[in-house]
């Protein structure tokens, strides 16, 4: 990977963790605002059910993690086990896709 | 005392205590009386060379200028290489990689004028100066390097000294070298691989801070980035 590259990825997971945060505290807020009087699932999914904002939000957010993750990683895998190189890249590559399919698919089985 | 190369280990010297005594005049009593062997490295004696840093007591100093009355515990003090350096002998490590990286990071001045010109006028309160002046009195001893856990993690890491280097340069009005130097300190060797532990800034002698200039490093690649300059 050229420097231009890797400083691309940095960008990305600083830009994605901005995302995140805001994404997490909204989420968090509202898991505790929405059972103060318990929830039942029938309830749950009548809210989120043709619901294009929430659907929005929750495919940002699983957007978010789907670049932040892995870029993370990276490092890790670089400090922790010395993989680096192209075969790394690609493992997490991987994992990206893993975690935008089934954040995705969590997300669209409640609107749908 | 660490005696012998990277597999050798520490032996024990009794020393006699004197007022202001530092860790520098302890390893020279024992190599002029106790251990003719002893391999350590020293030029000026008073913090201005950066030739005489080890580990003391597990952290790495100047030894020249560290009272052993600041750093002994139980009457006792244990001297060994710098860290994330590979050890020659006893004291002495080879700091030639530590070095190589500086160049890497285009530590080097790129003039961006010729003889014929006139001599620069740089302000002294300029935002550019100040922020060079902060980094400036670095005396290559490898403190930073050696209290780095970046760098024991990633061994391309370039390390706070050179990337301090080149962050004096590219605030440096005067040089000409910047694009190609950013593009020297960006990635996964460069200001991006720091994780901001501040160890480098906490064990520096001259108390200057290369996270600061690395965090400025990041600012700038950034700026450059998205201006499609690198």
């Known amino acids: ?112 | 005392m660490w005696k012998g190369g990277a597999e050798g280990r520490f032996r024990e010297f009794d020393v006699p205590r004197h007022p202001s005594q530092t860790v520098l005049d302890v390893v020279t009593y024992i190599q002029r009386v106790l251990d003719p062997t002893l391999a350590y490295r020293y030029a000026c004696r008073v913090g201005m060379c950066g030739s005489c840093a080890m580990t003391v007591n597990g952290e790495p100093r100047w030894t020249c200028r560290t009272h052993v009355d600041r750093v002994v515990k139980n009457d006792s003090v244990s001297v060994g290489p710098l860290r994330n350096l590979p050890v020659i002998r006893d004291l002495v490590t080879d700091m030639s990689g530590f070095f190589d990286k500086w160049a890497r990071a285009r530590g080097q001045f790129k003039p961006s004028r010729t003889k014929k010109d006139d001599v620069a006028r740089v302000r002294p309160q300029s935002e550019d100066r100040r922020a060079v002046d902060a980094g400036i009195e670095c005396i290559g001893c490898g403190v930073c390097y050696a209290a780095c856990d970046v760098v024991s993690w990633n061994p391309d890491y370039l390390g706070p000294a050179a990337l301090n280097r080149a962050w004096t340069l590219v605030k440096d009005e005067r040089d000409a070298g910047r694009i190609e130097r950013l593009r020297a300190v960006a990635g996964d060797a460069g200001c991006h691989s720091c994780h901001t532990h501040m160890s480098c800034t906490e064990r520096c002698p001259k108390k200057l801070s290369p996270t600061a200039g690395i965090a400025g490093l990041k600012r700038e690649v950034f700026k450059s980035t998205l201006r499609g300059e690198l």
């Open chain 1, 1 to 112: 990977m050229t420097p231009k590259e890797e400083t691309l990825l940095w960008i990305a997971q600083r830009a994605s963790a901005a995302v995140l945060a805001l994404c997490i505290v909204v989420h968090l807020a509202t898991i505790i605002y929405a059972v103060q009087g318990g929830l039942t699932a029938a309830e749950i999914l009548g809210r989120t059910r043709g619901n294009t904002a929430w659907l929005a939000f929750y495919s940002i957010f699983v957007l978010a993690v789907a670049v932040h993750a892995p870029i993370g990683l990276r490092s890790v895998l670089m400090e922790w086990l010395g993989w680096r190189g192209r075969s790394r890249d690609r493992v997490l590559l991987g994992l990206s896709v893993v975690l935008a399919w089934m954040g995705m698919r969590a997300a669209l089985g409640v609107f749908l």
